[in-house]
């Protein structure tokens, strides 16, 4: 049997911190990589924090091969001067995956939430908790930065919504389901 495999690389931008997770999917079976953050409150000149997070997505793309980059899009929010910041973040990190190649796919942070969570409003603590048990993830490889189980929840909100199993087979009804997969159906 051929092992399928793609690299999924997720990112939660930002200008003070900056997230991101790694995750490998063989024969649809994902898996944590890496995960961790980018400390960006160190440097007073914003232009310097652009150039840090090209550079450390640069690096990342170069030590993981993603085939795929999932980020989180900007939120809108009352400060306008926080949001053109974040959005610099995010179109830096961007032109970094789009100088190799690769393939970006921007989710709201709703999107993110509700496809880890179920709730579009769960807290960074429960998104972490929902992505450790999904992915066994354990207990000493877990981040206390949000920020990474963030970049990672991008990465695995990506897998989702491109790892839909119905694509392959149509069905007309939930009977119809349950007819074709007696062995996803508990009673």
């Given at each position: 049997?051929?092992?399928?495999?793609?690299?999924?690389?997720?990112?939660?931008?930002?200008?003070?911190?900056?997230?991101y997770?790694v995750?490998?999917?063989?024969?649809n079976?994902?898996?944590?990589?890496?995960?961790?953050?980018?400390?960006l409150?160190?440097?007073?000149?914003?232009?310097?924090k652009?150039?840090?997070?090209?550079?450390?997505?640069?690096?990342?793309?170069?030590?993981?091969?993603?085939?795929?980059?999932?980020?989180?899009?900007?939120?809108f929010?009352?400060?306008?001067?926080?949001?053109?910041?974040?959005?610099r973040?995010?179109?830096?990190?961007?032109?970094?995956?789009?100088s190799?190649?690769?393939?970006?796919?921007?989710?709201?942070?709703?999107?993110?939430?509700?496809?880890?969570?179920?709730n579009?409003?769960?807290?960074?603590?429960?998104?972490?908790?929902?992505?450790q048990n999904?992915?066994?993830?354990?207990?000493?490889?877990?981040?206390?930065?949000?920020?990474?189980?963030?970049?990672?929840?991008?990465?695995?909100?990506?897998?989702?919504?491109?790892?839909?199993?119905?694509?392959?087979t149509?069905?007309?009804?939930?009977?119809?389901?349950m007819?074709?997969?007696?062995?996803?159906?508990?009673?």
């Amino acid at each position: 049997m051929i092992e399928k495999e793609r690299i999924i690389l997720g990112i939660d931008p930002g200008t003070q911190v900056m997230g991101y997770g790694v995750l490998r999917v063989v024969n649809n079976k994902p898996g944590m990589l890496a995960m961790g953050v980018l400390q960006l409150s160190k440097y007073d000149d914003h232009y310097l924090k652009l150039r840090r997070i090209f550079e450390r997505i640069i690096g990342l793309i170069d030590e993981f091969l993603p085939d795929e980059l999932a980020i989180e899009a900007p939120f809108f929010g009352k400060n306008v001067q926080s949001m053109l910041k974040l959005g610099r973040a995010q179109g830096v990190a961007m032109a970094a995956a789009l100088s190799r190649d690769i393939p970006i796919f921007e989710y709201a942070p709703l999107k993110i939430k509700m496809s880890i969570t179920g709730n579009g409003r769960a807290a960074k603590e429960q998104v972490a908790y929902m992505l450790q048990n999904f992915l066994k993830i354990p207990d000493e490889n877990m981040l206390t930065q949000m920020d990474a189980t963030d970049g990672l929840a991008a990465a695995v909100c990506h897998f989702f919504q491109t790892n839909n199993p119905s694509q392959d087979t149509k069905f007309t009804s939930w009977k119809d389901y349950m007819a074709k997969n007696p062995g996803k159906v508990k009673k």
